[in-house]
């Protein structure tokens, strides 16, 4: 699938593609938070279809520019991981381009509801999420660094109602 001039690609995680955002997010996390084992919390498999997840990069000119992940939270939802744009592409849209493509994904796998968590020191994030309809499951009016992980959540089902009824209509 191609957005733009940008391709979308459906990878495992340890495809060399994925290499430069996973070294990047180790960099971000490490930057704003201390040394973080967060990315090596969940095993690779559980981002690959067998499994309930998915993993996508966006590729430009050769170049992996932004990606992510889901992986199985419970049989209804779905949790975002690892939602990534190189430091030298924000601002374009990318982010929301993954997320995008990760909800529907999420919605071809049978997922009703997506759940994620953020970091304190992650506004833009935080900015994205409410951006693209996700309710935050904290006190938007606490001081961020009090909260700890910022739970947001987003109901998928009516999407998924629509994209059934759209397939059995064509």
């Known amino acids: 699938m191609t957005v733009g001039s940008v391709e979308v690609r459906h990878v495992a995680v340890h495809d060399p593609e994925v290499r430069p955002l996973l070294?990047?997010?180790?960099?971000?996390?490490?930057?704003?938070?201390?040394?973080?084992?967060?990315?090596?919390?969940?095993p690779g498999e559980q981002f690959t279809p067998a499994h309930g997840g998915a993993f996508l990069i966006l590729v430009e000119h050769g170049?992996?520019?932004?990606?992510?992940?889901?992986?199985?939270?419970?049989?209804?939802t779905a949790e975002l991981k690892r939602i990534w744009t190189h430091p030298g592409h924000r601002r374009r849209g990318l982010g929301l381009a993954v997320v995008r493509e990760l909800e529907r994904e999420a919605v071809?796998?049978?997922?009703?509801?997506?759940?994620?968590?953020?970091?304190?020191?992650?506004?833009?994030?935080?900015?994205?999420?409410?951006?693209?309809?996700?309710?935050?499951?904290?006190?938007?009016?606490?001081?961020?660094?009090?909260?700890?992980?910022?739970?947001?959540?987003?109901?998928?089902?009516?999407?998924?109602?629509?994209?059934?009824e759209a397939c059995r209509s064509a």
């Open 63 to 76: 170049e992996t520019v932004a990606g992510g992940a889901f992986r199985r939270y419970d049989e209804e």
């Open 108 to 164: 071809r796998q049978g997922y009703r509801r997506i759940y994620l968590t953020t970091g304190p020191r992650q506004p833009e994030a935080a900015g994205l999420y409410l951006a693209t309809g996700y309710t935050p499951l904290y006190d938007l009016g606490a001081d961020p660094e009090t909260v700890g992980p910022h739970p947001f959540e987003k109901t998928l089902y009516e999407r998924a109602a629509e994209t059934q």
């Open 23 to 42: 070294d990047d997010l180790r960099q971000e996390y490490t930057s704003r938070y201390g040394p973080n084992q967060e990315l090596s919390r969940y």
